[in-house]
């Protein structure tokens, strides 16, 4: 495999994912903005958005944005503009509540009631999930089924890392077939690289913005070149706002959301430089073929539920 890549010169197509919500959404805020009071918050989410699809637009890059229902409900001309642009509409769920602290009952209605508004504002189907915070953890790996049953074909959800609010370290680090009876699912694990016995994460996210820009382009680089295949980048659009309102939160959780802002969008346009992109849906069409050619290259998670 790395003698072909070795003598190919075409790079690898990575692939670009937005998880569409607004900057008072985030998990690490939880407490901070109850759900009521999210009508009344200054939301920026659409003119973020509006940045990044034309930032797409000039590098000529397909992506895919796992939209929040909350937000298509409220600016379902957003997500007919991001769908009618070319790109991949995809779901993060409804109200954006970690996985595990949910009901298996209340999960399914979250995610049935993301993907119908999702398809009507896009008039497209829906085949991707990413879970709020990566929370497809150990405790709710019965997720899986449900989104399965709810007609989603792949899953974003699973980090093969050590965090403190997710990940599953001993999970496959490449798109894995997760086989439930009848139905399957693809699951496309965010990048990680491998240093002596950690998976590191390099693709994305607080990493992208927190650690210096050598982190991430060093990591895709040893995804693309040693092992021959796409890293699965994400970002918010959130993080190259940074004028948005600061919330009153622990000094932890604010430097983890406001730090490096004012920087992202430059290195956004320098990652667009350096490797090339397309959509999540192009990466699982890729990941099904080889996975249909030899299913026994993938990784089964190691947990029965
Ligand atoms: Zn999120």
Do not use: C
């Not at 009507?120 to 399965?148: E, K, M």
């Amino acid at each position: 495999m790395n003698e072909i890549a070795a003598s190919d010169d075409t790079p690898v197509v990575n692939a670009m994912s937005i998880d569409v919500e607004d900057y008072f959404h985030v998990s690490v805020f939880d407490g901070l903005v109850p759900r009521a009071r999210w009508d009344s918050m200054e939301s920026r989410v659409k003119a973020n958005t509006y940045r990044l699809l034309a930032i797409f637009e000039e590098y000529r890059v397909r992506s895919t944005f796992f939209v929040l229902g909350w937000v298509a409900r409220r600016h379902p001309d957003l997500v007919h503009a991001i769908a009618a642009a070319g790109h991949e509409v995809a779901s993060h769920g409804y109200a954006h509540r970690l996985i595990y602290d949910q009901t298996p009952a209340a999960f399914r209605e979250d995610v049935r009631r993301a993907k119908g508004i999702l398809e009507q504002a896009s008039g497209r189907s829906v085949a991707g999930y990413r879970a709020p915070s990566y929370s497809i953890t150990p405790r709710s790996l019965w997720a899986l089924d449900i989104l399965a049953e709810e007609g989603y074909t792949y899953d974003s959800s699973i980090f093969p890392i050590r965090h403190d609010r997710y990940g599953i370290p001993v999970s496959g680090r490449k798109p894995y077939l997760i086989n439930r009876g009848a139905r399957s699912l693809i699951e496309v694990p965010g990048s990680t690289t491998r240093v002596g016995p950690l998976n590191l994460p390099v693709a994305g996210g607080g990493y992208f913005r927190l650690l210096p820009y050598w982190w991430t382009r060093w990591g895709i680089s040893r995804v693309n070149e040693q092992e021959n295949r796409p890293a699965i980048f994400y970002l918010h659009p959130w993080e190259i706002d940074p004028d948005q309102p600061r919330l009153a939160a622990g000094r932890l959780s604010r430097f983890r959301h406001y730090r490096n802002l004012e920087h992202t969008e430059t290195r956004l346009r320098q990652l667009l430089t350096d490797f090339r992109f397309d959509a999540m849906d192009t990466v699982v069409s890729r990941a099904r073929l080889e996975l249909n050619y030899d299913p026994s290259a993938t990784p089964a998670l190691p947990y029965s539920w």
